[in-house]
């Protein structure tokens, strides 16, 4: 039998979970961990100034398994002030981020366990099943996602993978990647809305020289219409994407990689957030007239990062997002307003049909 007190003081892995008054998911996901078939691991609950019925639990479960350790804040802080208090409190030589009302595969760290029996290696990335869940609870859709290539990538090597990993929307997410302790010394997560998972994962692939990549769907991520922080209007949302492209740009830019390709897919990228920005304007949070509307439009297509990426764009995605293109490229006020109307319409009127269109990649 393993000795469960003994793996915690050098544990392979350290899984940190921020908790904020997730009750009733807390349970199932650490169930989850401990039901892993790798039990060289430690898990770091990260109690944000939960409610005291939530925080009981959590003491509750560390005082269950020596392997498990709370660490609290007094007050809520937000998700990336309790990743980077997890992060100061790693043992393991590898650091694994959960979100608490998600669940895992029970082989996920054998299999990244195994992964990392190649010398050296920085990171291991793996795939996700996206779970729909509708305001009721019900599970509307299920699809996977999975890693564009698999295998062992180094160097240049893995730096041409970076482009596809975020077309596959995979690049940001912090569950779907297990570092290696040594690669994330100083770094941690910066408290801005909707982006701070990608500004991390771009500092640490600054940092990372080989990674393996697994075309396996190990976590099951909950996209729940009720409370998912994507779901939430958020005032800045064009401000912090726009802030997203340029710094995968200036990635790019730091690895020698400036090239029309490049600069194409990344434009394609950015139409996508400019497009979701159009239709958020048309929203009464938006407090914006039409005349603002344009307004906004007419700064976005005199923005430098627009004209460099956005002329070259050619869509690797569905139908809508070519459409998306062509009439943004025109850099027409009136044409981008209009197509930020229909997207709205169709977005709170077919709702289903919206889904399935931001879907395409």
């Not at 434009?267 to 307004?295: F, K, Q, T, W």
């Given at each position: 039998?393993?000795?469960r007190a003994a793996l915690?003081?050098?544990?392979?892995?350290?899984?940190?979970?921020?908790?904020?008054?997730?009750?009733?998911?807390?349970?199932?996901?650490?169930?989850?961990?401990?039901?892993?078939?790798?039990?060289?691991?430690?898990?770091?609950?990260?109690?944000?100034?939960?409610?005291?019925?939530?925080?009981?639990?959590?003491?509750?479960?560390?005082?269950?398994?020596?392997?498990?350790?709370?660490?609290?804040?007094?007050?809520?802080?937000?998700?990336?002030?309790?990743?980077?208090?997890?992060?100061?409190?790693?043992?393991?030589?590898?650091?694994?981020?959960?979100?608490?009302?998600?669940?895992?595969?029970?082989?996920?760290?054998?299999?990244?366990?195994?992964?990392?029996?190649?010398?050296?290696?920085?990171?291991?990335?793996?795939?996700?099943?996206?779970?729909?869940?509708?305001?009721?609870?019900?599970?509307?859709?299920?699809?996977?996602?999975?890693?564009?290539?698999?295998?062992?990538?180094?160097?240049?090597?893995?730096?041409?993978?970076?482009?596809?990993?975020?077309?596959?929307?995979?690049?940001?997410?912090?569950?779907?990647?297990?570092?290696?302790?040594?690669?994330?010394?100083?770094?941690?997560?910066?408290?801005?809305?909707?982006?701070?998972?990608?500004?991390?994962?771009?500092?640490?692939?600054?940092?990372?020289?080989?990674?393996?990549?697994?075309?396996?769907?190990?976590?099951?991520?909950?996209?729940?219409?009720?409370?998912?922080?994507?779901?939430?209007?958020?005032?800045?949302?064009?401000?912090?994407?726009?802030?997203?492209?340029?710094?995968?740009?200036?990635?790019?830019?730091?690895?020698?990689?400036?090239?029309?390709?490049?600069?194409?897919?990344?434009?394609?990228?950015?139409?996508?957030?400019?497009?979701?920005?159009?239709?958020?304007?048309?929203?009464?949070?938006?407090?914006?007239?039409?005349?603002?509307?344009?307004?906004?439009?007419?700064?976005?297509?005199?923005?430098?990062?627009?004209?460099?990426?956005?002329?070259?764009?050619?869509?690797?995605?569905?139908?809508?997002?070519?459409?998306?293109?062509?009439?943004?490229?025109?850099?027409?006020?009136?044409?981008?307003?209009?197509?930020?109307?229909?997207?709205?319409?169709?977005?709170?009127?077919?709702?289903?049909?919206y889904a399935k269109l931001?879907?395409?990649?």
């Amino acid at each position: 039998m393993v000795d469960r007190a003994a793996l915690t003081e050098d544990p392979l892995f350290s899984i940190i979970m921020p908790c904020y008054n997730v009750a009733s998911y807390l349970d199932a996901a650490i169930d989850a961990v401990q039901a892993q078939t790798c039990e060289n691991w430690e898990l770091i609950l990260v109690d944000d100034g939960s409610a005291p019925d939530e925080a009981a639990l959590l003491d509750a479960r560390a005082q269950a398994d020596p392997r498990i350790r709370v660490v609290a804040h007094e007050v809520n802080r937000g998700v990336a002030a309790a990743r980077n208090t997890g992060l100061a409190h790693v043992r393991g030589s590898y650091v694994w981020m959960a979100d608490p009302d998600d669940r895992c595969d029970a082989r996920l760290l054998e299999h990244v366990a195994a992964a990392l029996e190649t010398p050296d290696v920085d990171c291991v990335v793996f795939g996700c099943t996206e779970v729909y869940v509708d305001a009721a609870g019900e599970v509307s859709l299920k699809r996977e996602v999975l890693p564009p290539v698999q295998g062992y990538f180094s160097g240049q090597g893995l730096r041409e993978q970076v482009l596809p990993l975020e077309e596959s929307t995979l690049y940001g997410y912090p569950w779907n990647k297990v570092y290696a302790r040594r690669v994330l010394e100083g770094l941690r997560f910066e408290n801005v809305p909707l982006i701070e998972d990608i500004l991390f994962s771009i500092a640490a692939f600054d940092r990372a020289d080989a990674a393996v990549f697994l075309q396996e769907p190990l976590y099951e991520y909950a996209k729940r219409q009720a409370s998912n922080l994507t779901n939430r209007f958020e005032p800045r949302y064009y401000d912090v994407h726009r802030r997203r492209i340029e710094e995968l740009y200036c990635q790019q830019q730091r690895w020698g990689a400036d090239t029309p390709e490049v600069r194409s897919r990344l434009g394609s990228l950015y139409v996508r957030y400019i497009m979701s920005a159009l239709e958020r304007n048309c929203d009464p949070r938006a407090h914006m007239s039409h005349a603002d509307r344009v307004a906004w439009c007419r700064t976005v297509f005199d923005d430098e990062l627009f004209r460099t990426l956005v002329p070259g764009a050619v869509s690797r995605g569905g139908r809508a997002l070519s459409a998306g293109i062509k009439l943004i490229s025109l850099r027409s006020p009136f044409v981008a307003c209009a197509l930020g109307r229909v997207i709205h319409l169709v977005r709170h009127g077919m709702g289903a049909s919206y889904a399935k269109l931001k879907m395409e990649r």
